[in-house]
C-alpha cells in the first residue's frame, strides 16, 4: 500500500481537526503518515494528540531550527525526509503557513503542487474552484511528488479514535536553510471564539453594519460560531484584517455561513462560497450574495439580528 504523507496542525499544543481532514483525505490514497514538526524534547507530547482519523503512524521531527529559521527550516527538513521516503503524495493545510512551506518543498524536490484543493480523490486527482468559485477544476500532478494544500473544513473528516505507531527521525536541515534567522515572534491574540479557518459555523459582517459588529459579534455568540467581515469593513478598520474572509483574506468552508450587510463582490464570493449552507441578511434585495443564498432575509441586519438571537436563546433554554 501507498504511504501518504500528512503534515500535522497544531493550535497550542494540540492537533486540530484539520489534522484529521487531511488525514481523511489522504487514507484515500494509501497508508497515512503525520509528520509532526516540534521543538527539540517537545515531539512526544504533540504527536500524543494526534489520535483522531485514520493515521497509521506519527514520524517526529524534531529541531529547535523550526523556530530559529522558520518556514526556511521547516520546508528543507520536509523536502529531505519526502526524498528519503519517496510518499505517494504529501497533504498540507491550506492556510498562509502551509501554502509556504508546500510552494517551498515543491521547488527543493522539484514537485508539482497544487493549491487551496476542497477535494482529493484515490488517484490523487484534486478539485479546486477557481476564478471565485464558478469553475470547478480536476487536476494531478504530473510531476514528481504530489503537493497538494487542502482547504480547511472542505473534506468531512473521519474523527475515530486511533492509535498510530509513533517513530522519530532526524531532521535534515541544510545551511540553505538557515540565511536568514527569526529574531522574535509572538503568537496570535486568541479570544473565546472558534478559529475562523476551523469553525463549523461562521457569521461575517460587511459594509451594512457601519463598523458597528455588536450585533454581528452577539448572534455569532449565540451560535457558538467565528466572527468574519468583508474587505470593505477591514479596509475601513471597522474590524481586523485577520478575520477577512475573502480572495485576499481567508477561505473558509463551514457548515453554516452568516453574510450580514455583505453585497456579495466576487472577492468575498471566492472566499465563502463553498460553504455547506448560506444565509444572507441586507436590506438591498438586489445584493449579488442572495443569488448563492440557501435562505435570505431582505431587512436591516440591526432589526433582524437581535430577533434571530433572541430566537436562538429561547430555543436553547
Known amino acids: 500500500m501507498s504511504n501518504v504523507f500528512i503534515l500535522a496542525d497544531f493550535s497550542g499544543d494540540k492537533a486540530t ?18 509528520v509532526v514538526l516540534a521543538g527539540a524534547g ?13 493515521i497509521a503512524s506519527v514520524l ?18 520536509l523536502a529531505n525526509l519526502i526524498k528519503e521516503k519517496s510518499p ?29 484543493a476542497v477535494d482529493v480523490a484515490a488517484d490523487v486527482t484534486a478539485t479546486q474552484l477557481v476564478f471565485g468559485g464558478s469553475t470547478t477544476v480536476h487536476s494531478k500532478v504530473s510531476h514528481g511528488t504530489p503537493i497538494i494544500t487542502v482547504r480547511p473544513n472542505s473534506v468531512e473528516a473521519d474523527f475515530s479514535a486511533s492509535s498510530p505507531a509513533i517513530e522519530s527521525a532526524t531532521a535534515n536541515i541544510g545551511d540553505a536553510a538557515k540565511k536568514s534567522k527569526v529574531s522574535s515572534s509572538q503568537p496570535p491574540v486568541k479570544g473565546g471564539r472558534p478559529e475562523l479557518n476551523e ?27 467565528a466572527v468574519g467581515a468583508s474587505r470593505a469593513a477591514t479596509d475601513a478598520g471597522w474590524y481586523p484584517h485577520s478575520h477577512q474572509v475573502g ?41 449579488p450574495l ?4 440557501d435562505f435570505g432575509v431582505i431587512g436591516d441586519l440591526f432589526s433582524v439580528l437581535p430577533q434571530a438571537t433572541q430566537g436562538i436563546h429561547a430555543k436553547k433554554s
Open 60 to 77: 517526529i521531527l524534531e529541531s529547535d531550527d523550526f523556530a530559529q529559521y522558520g518556514v526556511a527550516a521547516s520546508a528543507d527538513a
Open 290 to 293: 442572495f443569488d448563492i443564498a
Open 199 to 225: 469553525a463549523n459555523i461562521v457569521v461575517s459582517g460587511g459594509r451594512g453594519t457601519n463598523g458597528d459588529f455588536a450585533v454581528v459579534e452577539k448572534f455569532a455568540d449565540e451560535l457558538g460560531a
Open 42 to 54: 517537545k515531539g512526544a507530547a504533540l504527536a500524543a494528540t494526534v489520535n483522531q482519523g485514520p
Open 88 to 116: 505517494a503524495a504529501v497533504l498540507i493545510a491550506s492556510d498562509a503557513y502551509g501554502k509556504e512551506v508546500a510552494a517551498r518543498i515543491a521547488v527543493l524536490t522539484e514537485s508539482g503542487i497544487i493549491t487551496d
Open 247 to 287: 480572495q485576499t483574506g481567508k477561505s473558509v468552508s463551514p457548515q453554516l455561513y452568516v453574510a450580514c450587510g455583505i453585497s456579495g463582490a466576487i472577492q468575498h464570493r471566492a472566499g465563502m462560497q463553498t460553504s455547506k449552507t448560506i444565509i444572507v441578511v441586507n436590506k438591498d434585495p438586489e445584493a
Open 17 to 34: 481537526k484539520t489534522t484529521a481532514e487531511l488525514a481523511t483525505a489522504a487514507a484515500r490514497i494509501g497508508a497515512v503518515t503525520a
